[in-house]
């Protein structure tokens, strides 16, 4: 029980750590991102089967995040309205391994960046 503890603790550090080296570098060009007056979102994978995507917005605009399999399934669909900055971890340790695509768009902009489970 204390060690699922541990590791739950380390993989919330681990997503704070890279949450931050984003917010201090978000022009790092390794990172799929669409940046523009209206919507600026990077997605993020790491080693642990965690994809992070940040978005930042405009006051009263939505925003759209799917999920998507390597068939082009949608597997899950967010709308976020309120803030203008979105922090979203998605855990897709539980997917089968193969690839899936990450969706970030408003009513102008649309960015996809795919990711593979091994």
Do not use: C
């Amino acid at each position: 029980m204390k060690t699922m503890m541990f590791k739950k603790g380390l993989i919330a550090g681990l997503l704070l750590i890279s949450t931050l080296a984003m917010a201090n570098n978000r022009k790092n060009s390794k990172i799929n991102k669409i940046n523009s007056e209206y919507l600026e979102a990077t997605v993020t994978p790491n080693q642990f089967k965690k994809v992070l995507v940040h978005v930042y917005k405009q006051k009263d605009e939505t925003v759209k995040i799917k999920l998507y399999d390597a068939e082009g399934h949608t597997i899950h669909e967010d709308k976020v309205s309120r803030s203008t900055e979105i922090l979203r971890p998605y855990d897709l340790s539980g997917l089968p391994l193969g690839k899936y695509s990450f969706e970030v768009s408003n009513d102008i902009y649309l960015m996809r960046k795919t990711v593979e489970i091994k």
